[in-house]
DNA sequence: TGACCTTTGTTCATATATCGCACATATTGT
DNA sequence: ACAATATGTGCGATATATGAACAAAGGTCA
């Protein structure tokens, strides 16, 4: 690609919607300078331009996203097919097994929920399509993990901010290797309150018609009512069976 | 705003990922180029850019969305208090009702979901936060137009594409303002199989502290099991006694 | 209170990058 | 093989980013 084949208002623009997060919902032009390292007069022209595109609301002080900016997102869910043919396997799964279900892909460090069928919120955490989980403390972020070549799940694992969630949580680098070698020879990934106290969950592998792994599926479960140790033989032949199914449904 | 205060690269961006659709999830350049009026090559350079920044996979002929573009979105649903304050609201009424509970907001002709607490999949449509219904014909569409000053509800409704979901639809201007009127006056509003056969659902607005109608919550559920008449005795009681918890929590 | 300092927002001139056109090339379908 | 359609590229005209200078707001302390 040329240089000029790339349009920097454009990309810096994205930085500055990105900007705004869980934890800063409401920023000023200079905030949003900062957090994108754009210079205060560019920063302060995306913003307006968001504004006048009604993607953002602005007091005179502080810009606010609103509700128009999931257009943009909502592009992603309803345009791909992935979300939409899995939808009705978790919904039946989760029902049957009368615990949450849901669907998920890789985007760099973390996996992206991109279908849920949730039964019973167990978690403190609401998860939805677009939540974000970081991939290595996830059962579906291992099962993902697990099937890339070694050096890119390595180098993923080396970009992720390794911290504890919970006394059980594994930030080892190489202890998290090891586990993700397990996992792909295993075909499944049990994670038992790495993430949150109380909640264990499993996770097999997608793979389309062709045999790539294309995403994951997992349940999850309080830890109260399941102990990590039968997660598996409580929901792997399920979750197998789901993605038994979708092998020719998927490309 | 000035002339120079608008970045048109960005714009003519954002252009370009809402040309992904539903229907159109795989574009090529000129694809692009014809759905958002831009020139070939500038929404060729708007679609390299998305690619190079990952937003975007290209196969060297067609274009597609990558998971990535949810964090756009998520900026959103995760920097806005309303879907956060409002979930568990609706975690309890829906578990209490055994029916599907969910919340929106208003953006143009179209009602957004931004929260939803689903028990068990009634409609054929498969509905998340990001979802997008039009308000004429929706529960939550109706409260929120008939919220709006009479000359911006009709204005809304001149700009929709009225068109008939089901035999019951109703898509005459004239009696829909009737309709908001008397949705207006008792407070809530009751959808009997206008969207979808066999879909019955009911709503109320959700007030903030200072009264204003931020945000609409309804519950949904099949016609064969809740007529519509019942809806309102049924549903009526617990929907506004959210409204009334939830309206010193918002502003 | 008022003088001072700091932070934030806005404006402007100019160097730089992007747009859109026209043309060249590649791909597709018949 | 040809027409039709789609994609890639060079260039002048136009739009945008930059960084410094200015203005305004907010905070601090005597």
């Given at each position: ?135 290595y403390c996830a059962s579906m972020g291992r099962v993902l993990l697990a099937a890339l070549p070694e050096n890119e799940s390595l180098a993923l694992l080396k970009q992720s ?91």
């Open positions: 690609m040329r240089e000029t084949d790339f349009v920097s208002g454009f990309a810096r623009g994205l930085k500055v919607i990105e900007a705004f997060g869980e934890t800063t919902p409401r920023l000023a032009i200079a905030d949003v300078a900062k957090a994108t390292g754009l210079d205060r007069a560019t920063a302060r022209r995306c913003l307006l331009t968001l504004a006048e595109l009604g993607y953002a609301d602005y007091d005179g002080k502080f810009f606010v996203l609103t509700p128009k900016i999931l257009r943009l997102g909502h592009a992603y869910l309803s345009a791909t097919p992935l979300p939409h043919i899995v939808q009705p396997f978790l919904d039946k799964l989760a029902e049957e097994v009368r615990q949450s279900a849901s669907a998920s892909v890789l985007d760099g460090t973390e996996v992206v929920y991109i279908a849920r069928a949730s039964q019973k919120r167990v978690m403190s955490i609401n998860l939805m399509p677009g939540s974000r989980l970081p991939a901010n390794l911290k504890s969630f919970t006394p059980r949580t594994l930030t080892d680098p190489v202890r998290l290797m090891e586990e993700l070698a397990h996992v792909r020879e295993q075909g499944f990934a049990v994670i038992d309150q790495e993430l949150e106290l109380g909640l264990c969950s499993i996770a097999v592998p997608l793979e389309n018609d062709r045999g790539r792994v294309v995403a994951a599926i997992n349940i999850g479960a309080p830890a109260a009512s399941v102990p990590a140790a039968e997660m598996a033989e409580r929901y792997l032949e399920p979750l197998k069976g789901v993605a038994r199914l979708l092998k020719s449904l998927l490309r």
